[in-house]
């Protein structure tokens, strides 16, 4: 009996192996199941998002025509060949942000916006102020209503393959939508048609064409966080905007001054990468952004910045890129002083400078002092660059585009 018991036993417990096992495999297959339909419920969770940003951002979007400033005729006879792009209301009384190239050059600009029972509205706008350099443009129409804006919100507010949505009219199709990921942040490599400006591009592989320029880009709580701007005309799925930081920092000088009056110092600089850093005789942890040249007579000559200077913060504020650097500079406004914490050699200095106006006839530091800074010898003068044998080799400019990456401004 004992033998049986013992041989019942292991049946037994066989039996509930199996048992277990079968159950096992059915709850394996319960679960995968649940698993799909949680996630089918969360896809579709946010195709729903991207729908109501989408429908409550549309009456807020414009689509604008532009007609040359020219009251000649055409040689041809032909009439004047229209402007199309995109913009979107940011005040109830009818300020409307969109991109600089798409007014630029424009004798009258008319917008269409939907009205409350959804029929096209036209109207007359005025170009209020513009800014070449960051591409944006702020314009005010009179409408007779308070008109729907849409909320500024920050670049920050979204990373890399975040969802976005992008509204404007491209090749003329108004309110059309497209969506897309963040593909990159802090695009400083690419200029559109190889102007120079102040950009700091989003990339995203949300389409944008030609009209689309001036249209929001939303993250998915419906809000502004940048500006459609510039499409790559030989690649798919790569478009450019510009955050919606920059132009909260200059717009105040638009409404005010019509144009951004930024401010100067008079210098170059450039990013300290490890190269640079040890030749300055740094560590390449060492972070700031490295003074490049000094123009003569300028704000920073006259504070006694030095080519191969390296700025490590602006009040108290740590330096990472020279781009960053250079355009919290021109943002902070004429008149505004800022305190440079900077380290020349192993030396920590700190400098206090007033931001002037550039003079119409100032050009580019790099006239002054282009050449590579090198603390292997000293200089008799502290406004020009310090070169060896070695640094007179002129880089040169960077090109505007790299090869195969031909940009147009839709």
């Given at each position: 009996m004992a033998r049986v018991r013992r041989g019942g036993?292991?049946?037994?417990?066989?039996?509930?192996?199996?048992?277990?096992?079968?159950?096992?495999?059915?709850?394996?297959?319960?679960?995968?199941?649940?698993?799909?339909?949680?996630?089918?419920?969360?896809?579709?969770?946010?195709?729903?998002?991207?729908?109501?940003?989408?429908r409550a951002a549309m009456p807020s979007v414009v689509s604008i025509t532009t007609l040359p400033d020219s009251t000649e005729p055409e040689a041809s006879g032909e009439e004047p060949q229209k402007g199309i792009g995109s913009g979107f209301i940011i005040h109830p009384d009818g300020y409307i942000l969109t991109s600089a190239h798409v007014v630029e050059g424009a004798g009258n600009v008319t917008i269409s916006v939907d009205s409350p029972r959804g029929y096209p509205e036209t109207y007359e706008a005025r170009v209020v102020g513009q800014d070449l350099r960051t591409d944006c443009a702020l314009l005010k129409v009179e409408a007779g209503r308070k008109?729907?804006?849409?909320?500024?919100?920050?670049?920050?507010?979204?990373e890399?393959?975040?969802?976005?949505?992008?509204?404007?009219?491209?090749?003329?199709?108004?309110?059309?939508?497209?969506?897309?990921?963040?593909?990159?942040?802090?695009?400083?490599?690419?200029?559109?048609?190889?102007r120079p400006g102040d950009y700091d591009y989003i990339q995203t592989d949300a389409s944008i064409n030609p009209g689309n320029s001036g249209g929001p880009v939303l993250d998915l709580n419906g809000d502004v966080v940048a500006i459609a701007n510039a499409v790559n005309v030989a690649g798919q799925g790569i478009g450019f905007a510009v955050p919606i930081d920059i132009?909260?920092?200059?717009?105040?000088?638009?409404?005010?001054?019509?144009?951004?009056?930024?401010?100067?110092?008079?210098?170059?600089?450039?990013?300290?990468?490890?190269?640079?850093?040890?030749?300055?005789?740094?560590?390449?942890?060492?972070?700031?952004?490295?003074?490049?040249?000094?123009?003569?007579?300028?704000p920073?000559?006259?504070?006694?910045?030095?080519?191969?200077?390296?700025?490590?913060?602006?009040?108290?504020?740590?330096?990472?890129?020279?781009?960053?650097?250079?355009?919290?500079?021109?943002?902070?406004?004429?008149?505004?002083?800022?305190?440079?914490?900077?380290?020349?050699?192993?030396?920590?200095?700190?400098v206090r400078v007033t931001l002037e106006e550039p003079p119409p006839e100032a050009k580019p530091a790099t006239t002054v002092a282009a050449r590579r800074p090198s603390p292997r010898k000293t200089s008799s003068s502290r406004l020009q660059p310090v070169l060896t044998e070695e640094d007179l080799e002129d880089e040169g400019p960077a090109p505007s585009v790299r090869p195969g990456e031909p940009l147009l401004g839709p």
């Open positions: 036993v292991r049946l037994l417990l066989v039996a509930c192996t199996l048992v277990v096992a079968g159950v096992g495999h059915a709850a394996g297959e319960g679960s995968g199941r649940v698993w799909l339909e949680a996630r089918n419920h969360e896809v579709r969770e946010q195709r729903s998002n991207l729908s109501k940003v989408a008109l729907p804006a849409l909320k500024l919100a920050s670049a920050s507010r979204v890399v393959a975040d969802w976005i949505v992008v509204i404007g009219s491209p090749f003329g199709l108004e309110h059309s939508v497209t969506v897309g990921v963040v593909s990159y942040k802090g695009r400083t490599d690419v200029t559109p048609n190889g132009a909260k920092a200059i717009l105040p000088q638009l409404k005010t001054y019509g144009e951004v009056r930024r401010g100067w110092l008079g210098f170059d600089v450039r990013d300290l990468s490890p190269q640079v850093a040890s030749e300055l005789g740094m560590s390449p942890k060492n972070h700031g952004v490295v003074v490049w040249a000094v123009s003569e007579g300028s920073a000559g006259r504070a006694g910045l030095r080519p191969g200077d390296v700025i490590v913060s602006m009040d108290t504020e740590r330096v990472e890129k020279a781009s960053k650097l250079s355009w919290q500079l021109a943002a902070r406004g004429v008149g505004k002083s800022v305190v440079l914490q900077v380290r020349r050699g192993q030396q920590p200095l700190k």
